[in-house]
């Protein structure tokens, strides 16, 4: 399998720095296709210590999160993804910088999400997605606020979606934004 570089940029919209996007080496034969998800060698800056497997129903948003202390990496399976971004690092060159950036099933992609970077995932049709993180989940890094709050500059495509009850009761971003820097004082 080819060993394909990352990239800082998608193809419309600069993402926030650090975050990483790698379309994924596939090999096909006679019998179908393997794609490479992860290898130790690639630079993720993180070291996976938990992988999840996610199944998303049509119309479904998960998040917005973003924490403080762990790295996220995550590959859309199937179906579609729409990956929302917002880096809320006051020392980052991209501070506030929010994006919308599309990822495909059939075109294997993944991406890194260091912390600091708020993210959300919506997906309209049934998806399935698998993500790994640098550290056990814990409560007090799994930060988050409305979906819909106007300062992530956000334009879900949705004004109903299927969220976690989590989700559905999260605070502002002025509220996460404060608890974030609470926790992470040098989060740059």
Same mark, same amino acid.
Request: glycine residues 6%; hydrophobic residues 35%; aromatic residues 8%.
């Given at each position: ?9 998608s193809t419309t919209?600069?993402? /926030? ?7 994924? !080496? ?15 060698? $690639? !630079?993720? @800056? %993180?070291? /996976? ?6 199944? @998303?129903?049509? @119309?479904? =948003? ?8 762990? $790295? ?10 729409? %990956? ?15 994006v919308l950036h ?11 999400? !260091? !912390? ?5 995932? #919506?997906?309209?049709? +049934? ?8 550290? #056990?989940? @814990? /409560?007090?890094? +799994?930060?988050?606020?409305? $979906? ?13 979606? =299927?969220?976690?009850p989590r989700d559905?009761?999260?605070?502002? #971003? +002025? +509220? ?13």
């Open positions: 399998m080819s060993d394909l570089p990352f990239t800082s940029q919209d600069a993402l /926030p720095v650090g975050v990483s996007l790698r379309q994924l !080496p596939s090999e096909q034969d006679g019998m179908g296709k393997t794609t490479a998800l992860y290898r130790r060698d $690639w !630079p993720l @800056n %993180l070291a /996976p210590v938990q992988w999840n497997l996610v199944s @998303n129903r049509p @119309n479904t =948003l998960r998040g917005v999160h973003v924490h403080h202390t762990h $790295w996220d990496y995550l590959c859309l399976l199937s179906g579609e993804m729409l %990956l929302g971004l917002h880096d809320m690092r006051p020392h980052s060159a991209t501070y506030r910088r929010a599309r990822l495909a099933g059939d075109t294997p992609t993944s991406i890194v999400i !260091p !912390p600091g970077v708020a993210h959300g995932f #919506y997906f309209a049709l +049934e998806s399935t997605h698998c993500y790994a993180v640098s550290q #056990y989940w @814990n /409560p007090s890094d +799994e930060l988050g606020c409305r $979906w819909d709050d106007p300062m992530l500059g956000l334009a879900w495509p949705t004004s109903d979606p =299927l969220l976690s559905a009761t999260a605070p502002s #971003y +002025e +509220e996460l934004a404060r608890d974030l820097m609470a926790q992470t004082p040098g989060l740059s």
